[in-house]
């Protein structure tokens, strides 16, 4: 059965700090990797990786897909308390026009003054 | 512009009752899914439309549950005889399809319907 497993659960840092979120995947036939953001209700998207594009950056975060591990990291740095969000990591399996993802559980990540 | 919207924004509803959700995508979006999101879970794909039709039910929980979206646009998603355990926020997302080429077209979500079933 296809899943997405993301580690740690729950993080709580302090504004500055580094964090390194985690997400690792068994899927059939992997085709992406996307970030989510959550702040309330509607997740925003961060990144998307694919065998072409391991890497994204956009300001202080960045995520990079280590296919090899089945895995990928999500880093964020200079945290502020406006990053505090629960992250979500989901992955497109399948071929052709199949659009379902398969989401993880998310990091819930906490950034205190 | 104007992204998904979604309404209502919260229902609260008794058990056994019927209940709409309505999702209005980006213009232009012909791809439209829903999802349910249970505290402290991902969200959990239940159906994908491609204009008007569904390409995929497969996540619909059982025949409580149906989702309609009869010209390509908006959608409502149909819950009968709501139980206790249907209480959740009902994510809909919408996208661009573009060609197979494509791994993936960003989907856009809405705020999200909070559905509590007393």
């Known amino acids: 059965e296809d899943k997405v497993v993301q580690s740690p659960l729950s993080l709580v840092v302090h504004e500055g700090d580094t964090v390194t979120l985690n997400c690792s995947y068994e899927?059939?036939?992997?085709?992406?990797l996307l970030w989510y953001k959550q702040e309330k209700k509607a997740p925003t998207f961060l990144f998307m990786l694919?065998?072409s594009g391991i890497e994204k950056k956009s300001g202080r975060l960045s995520s990079i897909l280590d296919k090899k591990e089945l895995s990928s990291i999500l880093n964020i740095t200079a945290t502020q308390t406006g990053d505090s969000a629960i992250y979500l990591c989901?992955?497109?399996?399948?071929?052709?026009?199949?659009?379902?993802?398969?989401w993880g559980l998310g990091t819930s990540l906490a950034v205190n003054p | 512009g104007a992204g998904v919207s979604q309404t209502p924004s919260n229902k609260v509803t008794e058990k056994g009752k019927y209940v709409e959700l309505r999702c209005d995508p980006i213009s232009g979006h012909t791809a439209l899914y829903w999802y349910r999101q249970s505290l402290g879970q991902g969200p959990e794909f239940l159906i994908y439309f491609q204009g008007t039709g569904a390409a995929d039910d497969s996540g619909l929980p059982n025949d409580r549950f149906f989702a309609v979206r009869p010209e390509g646009s908006v959608s409502t998603l149909k819950i009968q005889r709501t139980e206790r355990g249907d209480s959740a926020v009902y994510l809909c997302?919408?996208?661009?399809?573009?060609?197979?080429?494509?791994?993936?077209?960003?989907?856009?979500f809405g705020p999200g319907t909070r559905l509590t079933v007393l």
């Open positions: 997302a919408s996208s661009l399809v573009g060609s197979q080429a494509f791994a993936y077209n960003e989907q856009f």
């Open positions: 899927v059939t036939n992997f085709r992406s």
């Open positions: 989901a992955v497109v399996p399948g071929a052709g026009n199949n659009r379902k993802l398969i």
């Open positions: 694919t065998s």
